[in-house]
């Protein structure tokens, strides 16, 4: 099973940006198995995803994100991280980081973080 644990969450104001880490560990975790990704959840709102990138570090985002958010790995550190630039209130939510073994499709993340925090006051 894979462990995970996000950090860098916080509050800033619209415009503003944030980086968040996600440190992933396990007895026998492998950078290449995995994709990795984030989602959020909007108070009130169902968890939604936001970015993934494959062992290749190909990535993927969904459009709110596009041109705002990158999503990149390091492998050597098992760490993920997510810079997000032009912050606006419709990115206020828990952000999760999240596993999946082999694919990187959406519904195939079987492993979560506890979440951080993000806040963008206008």
């Known amino acids: 099973e894979v462990q995970l644990v996000e950090s860098g969450g916080g509050s800033v104001q619209s415009g503003g940006s944030l980086r968040l880490s996600c440190a992933a560990s396990?007895?026998?975790?492998?950078?290449?198995?995995?994709?990795m990704g984030w989602f959020r959840q909007p108070p009130g709102k169902e968890r939604e995803p936001v970015a993934s990138?494959?062992?290749?570090?190909?990535?993927r985002y969904v459009d709110p994100v596009k041109g705002r958010f990158t999503i990149s790995r390091d492998n050597a550190k098992s760490t993920l991280y997510l810079e997000m630039n032009s912050l606006n209130a419709e990115d206020t939510a828990m952000y999760y980081c999240a596993a999946a073994q082999w694919t990187c499709s959406w519904r195939s993340f079987a492993y979560w973080g506890q979440g951080t925090q993000v806040t963008v006051s206008s």
């Open positions: 990138i494959d062992s290749r570090g190909i990535p």
């Open positions: 396990a007895s026998d975790y492998t950078s290449s198995r995995y994709c």
